[in-house]
T-cell receptor, first 117, second 112 residues
């Protein structure tokens, strides 16, 4: 398996622009998580899905952030409009159903480094 | 109640030494305590994990010690190697599929 795939790996944009980050979870995994990592705040959970349905979006910082999971193999995290304080590394992770693999293990993608100028 | 505290923030150890990282939690509903290892430019990857029904788990040079009454758990890396230099995160979750609460991380440097 290729693991969790994220694109783009790096994104540089200007303040006010729309940014879309993409994630393909591991096939067969039914949980998908979006995290943000910064030096100041560490790893923060933004939102997670189970079977394509958002379960907890309490970590989404504000209405400028939105996430979708239209099918089991694809999710997007969108920031509109972007601001310099959104600069961070954004990780997608997926997890298999109960009974498959290690209990509750999350598999992380390589991340997208976002820079908003 | 959701917070997981982690110390030290950074750690420097000589090759062959023992690295010890400590974590503490407050929410007694947590039932899964993983440690993730992250190398620069990479996503975190599961290193070892424990559930509250055991007090210790060992995998190779890595050991988790768990103290349920004190609500603390720690990672011990025996015979530390330069290749172990990475950032280590402890985490906790309430039940299967629930989101993790991550500690702030410990940057470990193992000197050759």
């Amino acid at each position: 398996d290729a693991g969790v795939i994220q694109s783009p790996r790096h994104e540089v944009t200007e303040m006010g622009q729309e940014v879309t980050l993409r994630c393909k979870p591991i096939s067969g995994h039914d949980y998908l998580f979006w995290y943000r990592q910064t030096m100041m705040r560490g790893l923060e959970l933004l939102i997670y899905f189970n079977n394509n349905v958002p379960i907890d979006d309490s970590g989404m910082p504000e209405d400028r952030f939105s996430a979708k999971m239209p099918n089991a193999s694809f999710s997007t995290l969108k920031i509109q409009p972007s601001e310099p304080r959104d600069s961070a590394v954004y990780f997608c992770a997926s997890s298999p159903p109960p009974g498959i693999g290690a209990y509750n293990e999350q598999f992380f993608g390589p991340g997208t480094r976002l820079t908003v100028l | 109640q959701q917070q997981v505290k982690q110390s030290p923030q950074s750690l420097i150890v000589q090759k062959g030494g023992i690295s010890i990282i400590n974590c503490a939690y407050e929410n007694t509903a947590f039932d899964y305590f993983p440690w993730y290892q992250q190398f620069p430019g990479k996503g975190p990857a599961l290193l070892i994990a424990i559930r509250p029904d055991v007090s210790e788990k060992k995998e190779g040079r890595f050991t988790i010690s768990f103290n349920k009454s004190a609500k603390q758990f720690s990672l011990h890396i025996m015979d530390s190697q330069p290749g172990d230099s990475a950032t280590y995160f402890c985490a906790a979750s309430r039940s299967y599929g629930q989101n993790f609460v991550f500690g702030p991380g410990t940057r470990l440097s193992v000197l050759p």
